[in-house]
């Protein structure tokens, strides 16, 4: 039985120490950078909008936030979007130095994400600013999340995709 143990872990180790693996674990350390850094922005525009924008603006009034279960849960969401988009964003732009791939991928997930948002703005509000202004919001957030990425490789702590 101690016999079969060592193989399991032989094989394990084999697997920790191949190409691939090493690329999924660059890939897991874009993710956690990307979902740090739009944590970081999601909370840092939500006390923008709760301290500038929904104090001198009434019309972006619904745009304030409490710290209920709703913004942490809104939090975890922006996360696992960074998560994404960190993991995502390291595939798009590889070893290259192309700024229309980078821009592509930042526009791509604000747009997905903001484009829903004014949607929604659409179908339950009276005024369709304040859903804009989320999906600025949004693209600033993806684009804060690229730059983190594009830093972190540019330290080393992340290797590009080949």
């Known amino acids: 039985m101690e016999n079969g143990k060592g193989r399991i872990f032989l094989c394990l180790y084999r697997n920790l120490d ?3 693996m090493v690329e999924r674990l660059e890939s897991l350390k874009a993710g956690i950078v990307g979902g740090f850094a739009l944590c970081f922005a999601f909370a840092t525009t939500s006390f923008l909008n709760t301290l500038v924008l929904a104090k ?10 409490d710290l209920s279960w709703h913004w942490w849960v809104n939090g975890v969401s922006a996360a696992v979007c ?25 526009f791509a997930f604000g747009f997905v994400r903001g484009l829903t948002q004014i949607e929604m703005g659409w179908n339950s509000t009276v005024t369709i600013l ?9 693209i600033l957030w993806f684009t804060i999340a690229a730059i983190a990425v594009d830093i972190a490789i540019q330290l080393g702590w992340l290797k590009p995709f080949q």
Not at 56 to 64: G, K, S, V
Not at 89 to 97: A, F
Not at 130 to 138: D, H, I, K, R
Request: no cysteine; hydrophobic share 50%; glycine share 8%.
């Open 56 to 65: 001198y603006f009434p019309i972006l009034a619904i745009l304030q936030i």
């Open 130 to 138: 304040p859903a804009v202004v989320l999906a600025f919001e949004s």
């Open 82 to 106: 960074g998560f994404l988009f960190g993991v995502t964003y390291r595939y798009i732009i590889r070893s290259d130095e192309n700024p229309q791939l980078k821009a592509g991928g930042v």
């Open 18 to 20: 191949s190409p691939m």
